[in-house]
């Protein structure tokens, strides 16, 4: 007997990137519009099916009733408009204590905080940077830790985080 792959790890990269920026042009104008940010879109398998997460945040933080609003509002235009195949479970929450850093206004906003950075291959030996964020100039995100100050290209990390705890 041959098993067929379920239909939940049958998205590929590419087509979970497409979701993804789909939903982040519908959203992002009612998010805004909300005096909130979208910092985030996550479009992957979870427990129980497909989840599509909205991470929001504002200066002041978001409350459950914040994310509350948004689902509601988010939920009837996705339904409206169907950008996701099937089904899933919609999922809108605060991006917590550690951040993730996406945009490069994130790189200035949040600098001497610190992070942690992962980036897609090596820099001078090193795919991991963790130390107080700099800021960000030009193509470079600027990271010291201790006497060094790494300059790594905006275009080259994978992920970056606040490193609170």
Same mark, same amino acid.
């Given at each position: ?40 879109? /996550?479009?992957?398998? *979870? ?6 997460? =909205?991470?929001?945040? !504002?200066? $002041?933080? #978001?409350? @459950? ?55 897609? /291959?090596?820099?001078? *030996? ?6 107080? =964020?700099?800021?960000? !100039?030009? $193509?470079? #995100?600027? @990271? ?22």
């Amino acid at each position: 007997m041959k098993w067929a792959k379920p239909t939940f790890f049958m998205e590929s990269d590419s087509v979970r990137r497409q979701i993804k920026e789909i939903v982040r042009t519908l959203v992002e104008p009612v998010v805004t519009y909300s005096g909130m940010e979208l910092v985030d879109v /996550e479009y992957g398998p *979870g427990p129980s099916g497909w989840v599509l997460r =909205l991470i929001i945040d !504002r200066p $002041d933080g #978001v409350t @459950v009733d914040d994310c509350a609003e948004i689902g509601h509002l988010v939920g009837d235009i996705l339904d409206g408009k169907d950008p996701v195949p099937g089904r899933y479970s919609l999922e809108v929450s605060s991006p917590g204590i550690n951040r993730p850093l996406k945009k490069r206004g994130d790189f200035e906003r949040f600098a001497d905080h610190k992070v942690l950075i992962k980036t897609r /291959e090596p820099i001078d *030996g090193r795919r991991h940077f963790k130390g107080i =964020l700099q800021g960000i !100039r030009g $193509d470079l #995100v600027l @990271v010291s830790s201790g006497e060094v100050i790494f300059s790594i290209p905006f275009e080259k990390i994978a992920k970056a985080r606040l490193d609170i705890i």
